[in-house]
Nanobody, 124 residues
């Protein structure tokens, strides 16, 4: 059982930046594809970004490309989401998730373990 704990959320003005972190309890962290999802008020949880096991390969939803960067440090069992040029529509609870699959998926069903989420609020 992998436990994931997110941190780094908060309130920021439009155009600002935040860096989310997600620490995993599992020593085999490097064996998982890691992803970030978000759920805005009144909407379903949606894919934001994913990163492969080595960190070389990444995938992003179109709406965050060029603004968000996902990265990982396998020595620290941590995955990050650097969010720049934030917009009010980025307001959501952000979740990290771990997948045993060997490819990127935008589906929540493809991820086996989830964190509790961290709130990001972007004011206009």
């Amino acid at each position: 059982q992998v436990q994931l704990v997110e941190s780094g959320g908060g309130l920021v003005q439009a155009g600002g930046s935040l860096r989310l972190s997600c620490v995993a309890s599992e020593r085999t962290f490097s064996s998982y594809v890691m992803g970030w999802f978000r759920r805005a008020p009144g909407k379903e949880r949606e894919f934001v970004a994913a990163i492969g096991r080595s960190g070389r390969n990444t995938d992003y939803v179109v709406s965050v490309k060029g603004r968000f960067t996902i990265s990982r440090d396998n020595a620290k069992n941590t995955v990050y989401l650097q969010m720049n040029s934030l917009k009010p529509e980025d307001t959501a609870v952000y979740y990290c998730a771990a997948s045993n699959l060997f490819y990127f998926s935008h589906s929540t069903a493809s991820y086996d373990y989830w964190g509790q989420g961290t709130q990001v609020t972007v004011s206009s």
